[in-house]
């Protein structure tokens, strides 16, 4: 029932997931908690109550029997008391030895009626009998008995003779009368004082009257209560000896007589039934009797079945009620397990590595398994934030954080571990120069690499400053560093700092690198969102440096950034390069624009000036480009040449970067269509040879048909076909006059007048290329 009742509450509850096996040990647990003390209590108050009215019952049975065994003791020894009265009266004195039956009617008379009065005094007397010895009778109320039989006077006789008292208990002692046996007798023997006995009061109790006088503790008919002698004879009964009331007198005759003491009680299980015994001893004048009575004790117990039952009754509702509040507390208390069962279950994934026993062990598989994965994430967080503050730094001063307040940034910085109460901020920029200078140390695209040593020197030099400080690898010979100040600190104080900051790395970078090093100092901020325009201000001050040092610090706050009165562009330079693109000549355009780097280096020191300069020179390159009816688009393949050389951070590399990436292409280009256009010439004075041989052709005529120079159509000609023109032509005519020889029969005449040539001339040409005379030749075909 309970498992039922169990099912049903789980049942109802909302998470399934689980079995809500710890649901059911808590609900189990709770209800242990409160219904097993409770049972006991109850279980206890019946029990004890029980034991303790056994007990109480059979201390009552025990007292109430010693006071009936007082009350027949009494009853008794008053009736010894009055048998000795009796005995001593004057009709009971010696005379009644010589007393004659017969003649003594007077006597007879007197010793009836004080027979009769003896009889009526106690109802417990069925009747008084004198026996006289020598008379050989018994005299009672009803007459006279003569004892014929020697068996009855033989007992009279012996009993007598009884030496040890006068008064005594005789059992089975015959009534004389025809009326069987007294089932108790109380003898006293005559005379009442000392002297031989002569005779004996016989007193024969009643049986019904002994058997009511036992039974007085009894209260039922079905209770027990009888008297036995010592050798166990019954001297009252209530049962038959077939009957099974008699078999339970037996058993209790033998259990109560095996028992030591004078009084007892105990407890005597018969057929089912639990009987409550109590038994005492009766010690009369030499004789012992045991006084036994029985009842069922749940007769005695009846008065209190009713208070048993209402126990268990309110024990039952006790019971009730701690069931239902118990579901109802267990309820409550389970409300926090099913709402972290429910959150855990959401996330719909069995980590548990199978079915969980219980909502704890789910809860500690879930929890166990979010532990790992915070730690996992932890141990990620730690390994990716170096980047992510990289990466937001990043962002934060190439500005593309503009849309967030400075709150938001604020706040967003102080995420990553930033103290950012009362302090401002100032903004270093690092350039590192010279690289070319390297060469066969790193390659040309090793500047990221040289960047990352770099910012890790930065960074190991500024760990252990008072201030925060953070570096920022732009991965292109730059580095720049956004450290934090206090507010309160005055402003001189700052700079003097960030000087010798600026000093220490110059000297270590330099050191270390054995790269020139430029540091720029930007102006003071407290606000996050200055710090993007902050940098683009000191990245346009690194135009500033100077070319010719080698390593400096630039103080935006202290450092005059004025025109250089003194510097000049050097335009010669730029027009005879100019000139030299436009010829096509690439070595002298090689040479001209080394001068010219040279000449605009000489004239300023300032990067800025440079960069202007080299800017100027690629517009004017561009332009003559244009003229000569090339687009600068379809060379250059639409790169930016301008934002390239604007971004270079080697100002050595500009000769080679205008020789590789402006002159040299051009060139290429130019070659490439100048060679088209003279194999196309080419092709077309070929094919004019070719139709017109037998005319008078010249390279003059023909570079006039072709509007070309005779010069570079003689020089195209020998470039495409590897011959000169002459030669070419006078290829064809022979080869056109063997076959005028071989296939016709036209005299030498006519043969040289058809290929353009005089006869004599004909003979003396291809007898150089053939090798035979033209009459040979035709011999020589003819043969064959």
């Known amino acids: 029932m309970l498992k039922k009742f169990m099912k049903g509450l789980a049942g109802r509850m909302p998470s399934q997931r689980m079995r809500n096996h710890f649901y059911r040990r808590s609900l189990i647990l709770v209800l242990c908690i409160t219904s097993i003390p409770m049972a006991a209590v ?64 007077n006597e007879l008379q007197n010793m009836f009626r004080s027979l009769l009065v003896m009889k009526n005094t106690y109802p417990v007397i069925d009747r008084i009998q004198l026996y006289l010895r020598d008379q050989g009778a018994v005299i009672s109320d009803d007459g006279i008995v003569r004892l014929n039989d020697p068996a009855d006077r033989e007992t009279l006789r012996r009993m007598l003779e009884y030496k040890q008292q006068r008064v005594f208990w005789q059992d089975s002692l015959p009534r004389f009368a025809g009326r069987g046996e007294s089932p108790v007798t109380l003898v006293h023997l005559l005379p009442g004082g000392a002297g031989p006995a002569y005779g004996a009061l016989l007193i024969h109790l009643n049986k019904a009257k002994i058997d009511k006088l036992a039974r007085e503790l009894t209260t039922d008919p079905n209770d027990i209560a009888f008297i036995v002698r010592q050798d166990g004879s019954w001297i009252t009964r209530g049962g038959g000896e077939d009957t099974e009331a008699g078999a339970l007198e037996l058993a209790l005759r033998d259990n109560a007589m095996s028992r030591k003491g004078d009084y007892g009680s105990f407890l005597y299980d018969w057929k089912n039934t639990t009987y409550t015994v109590s038994f005492g001893n009766l010690n009369r004048l030499g004789f012992s009797w045991y006084y036994v009575t029985a009842a069922p004790l749940s007769q005695l117990v009846k008065p209190v079945v009713v208070l048993s039952r209402a126990i268990w009754a309110i024990s039952g509702l006790g019971l009730a009620a701690a069931f239902i509040l118990s579901w109802v507390a267990s309820r409550r208390l389970y409300k926090p397990i099913h709402r972290l069962v429910d959150l855990f279950a959401e996330t719909g994934k069995d980590n548990g590595g199978g079915e969980d026993r219980d909502e704890i062990t789910f809860i500690e598989n879930q929890w166990k398994h979010l532990t790992r994965e915070s730690r996992s994430l932890q141990s990620r967080l730690e390994q990716v934030l170096p980047s992510m503050m990289e990466s937001f730094l990043l962002q934060l001063v190439q500005g593309h954080l503009y849309s967030y307040t400075e709150e938001e940034l604020k706040e967003r910085m102080e995420q990553f571990g930033w103290e950012l109460t009362g302090r401002g901020y100032a903004v270093l920029m690092v350039r590192l120069t010279g690289f070319s200078r390297l060469e066969g140390r790193f390659f040309e695209n090793d500047e990221q690499l040289m960047t990352f040593a770099a910012a890790n020197i930065i960074t190991e030099m500024t760990a252990s400053r008072p201030g925060q400080t953070k570096v920022v690898n732009f991965q292109d010979l730059s580095v720049g560093l956004l450290e934090t100040y206090p507010l309160d600190q005055p402003k001189e104080a700052v700079k003097r700092d960030l000087h010798q900051l600026a000093q220490e790395l110059m000297q270590s970078l330099h050191g270390l690198l054995k790269l020139d090093v430029t540091v720029i100092i930007g102006k003071l901020t407290p606000a996050i969102k200055e710090i993007p325009h902050m940098l683009d201000e000191t990245r346009k001050w690194l135009n500033y440096r100077d070319l010719q040092e080698t390593y400096q610090i630039l103080d935006m706050d202290g450092v005059h950034t004025g025109g250089d009165g003194e510097a000049s562009y050097p335009f010669a330079a730029e027009r005879e390069l100019v000139h030299a693109v436009r010829m096509g000549k690439q070595e002298e355009c090689g040479r001209l624009t080394e001068r010219f780097m040279a000449e605009l280096a000489a004239s300023s020191a300032k990067e800025k000036f440079l960069k202007d300069g080299a800017l100027q020179l690629l517009g004017s390159i561009q332009h003559a480009v244009r003229e000569a009816g090339f687009q600068p688009g379809n060379i250059y393949r639409d790169a930016n040449l301008f934002e390239e050389l604007h971004d270079m951070r080697e100002l050595d590399h500009l000769t080679g970067w205008f020789v590789s990436r402006v002159i040299a292409p051009y060139m290429e280009e130019l070659h490439r269509t100048q060679n088209m256009r003279m194999k196309q010439l080419v092709e077309r004075v070929i094919d004019t040879i070719l139709r017109d041989y037998d005319k008078d052709l010249s390279l003059e005529s023909c570079a006039e048909l072709e509007g070309a120079n005779p010069f570079t159509l003689s020089r195209a000609f020998k470039h495409v076909t590897g011959v000169n023109f002459i030669d070419y032509l006078t290829d064809v005519r022979v080869e056109k006059a063997k076959a005028l020889l071989a296939e016709t029969d036209m005299k030498i005449n006519e043969i040289a007048e058809r290929v353009g040539y005089q006869p004599s001339y004909l003979i003396r040409v291809f007898k150089k290329k053939a090798g035979l005379t033209p009459g040979q030749f035709r011999d020589e075909h003819t043969r064959s």
């Not at 003791?73 to 010589?98: H, I, S, Y």
């Open 42 to 105: 109850g279980g206890t108050m019946y029990f004890t109550g029980r034991t303790h009215i056994e007990q109480q019952v059979n201390r009552n049975s025990e007292v109430l029997l010693k006071k009936a065994i007082q009350r027949i003791d009494g009853d008794f020894a008053q009736l010894e008391l009055m048998a000795t009265q009796w005995a001593l009266d004057p009709n009971f004195d010696e005379r009644l030895q010589d007393i004659d039956l017969k003649l003594s009617y």
